[in-house]
């Protein structure tokens, strides 16, 4: 007999996996989040990075693409960032 799983198809690591996170326009934001970024992705080829600033220019959406080793890896960047206290949310 054959299961049949619900749940969405895992990830085969190593991928290339976008990363978008929300956060308040502020100076030196960006330099932050990119630091944390580079401390669990290692270097990020900032080709792949575009911004994007709300309406008002209030929040700023900034999209990563990084070389992801494994789901735990993904998980502690999303934890380091949603430490951050810019950073709104994370997708």
Do not use: W
Not at 29 to 43: L, N, S
């Amino acid at each position: 007999m054959v299961e049949h799983s619900d749940s969405p198809p895992r990830l085969s690591f190593p991928c290339s996996y976008p990363v978008k996170v929300m956060v308040r326009a502020e100076p030196n934001v960006r330099t932050h989040v990119d630091a944390i970024m580079e401390r669990h992705a290692g270097p990020i080829d900032l080709s792949t990075v575009s911004e994007r600033s709300s309406a008002q220019r209030h929040f700023l959406g900034i999209t990563y693409v990084i070389h992801a080793r494994s789901e735990a890896q993904i998980a502690e960047l999303f934890e380091a960032l949603k430490r951050c206290p810019q950073v709104l949310l994370v997708l």
